[in-house]
């Protein structure tokens, strides 16, 4: 029991990306992906199911970051790269860019 308990601790904590106020884990549906391009995200609001992963993808050819307050942050997103987020926590969790502050979003977990 200690030996499988271990195991998921360790599967756990190389999880980058997972929602920090989470609760209990739902399954991930699927994966959604928001495009951060001419300094904006697309879609503006994504609604989404709970457990579901959404990809934050910088299609753009400068850095930012997607941040809810200390819901989650991204971290800097370079042009090409991606950082995806799983959502186990119904809520609606309006985000920004902290480097182009007018750049902001919505994803309304169900």
Known sequence: MAAALALMLLALTGLRGELAAAGPVAEASATKRVEINH????????????GT????????????????????N??????????????????????????HPLMHGKIIVQ
Do not use: D, E, W
């Not at 300094?39 to 709970?50: G, K």
């Not at 992963?53 to 200390?70: I, R």
């Not at 800097?76 to 991606?82: E, F, L, Q, T």
């Open 74 to 99: 991204s971290g800097h997103i370079g042009p090409g790269m991606s950082i995806s987020i799983r959502f186990n926590q119904v809520g609606s969790f309006s985000y920004h860019c902290m480097i």
């Open 53 to 72: 992963t959404v990809k934050f993808a910088n299609a753009s050819q400068v850095t930012h970051t997607a941040t809810a307050g200390g819901v989650f």
């Open 39 to 50: 300094f904006a995200f697309h879609p503006p609001t994504l609604t989404i199911a709970r």
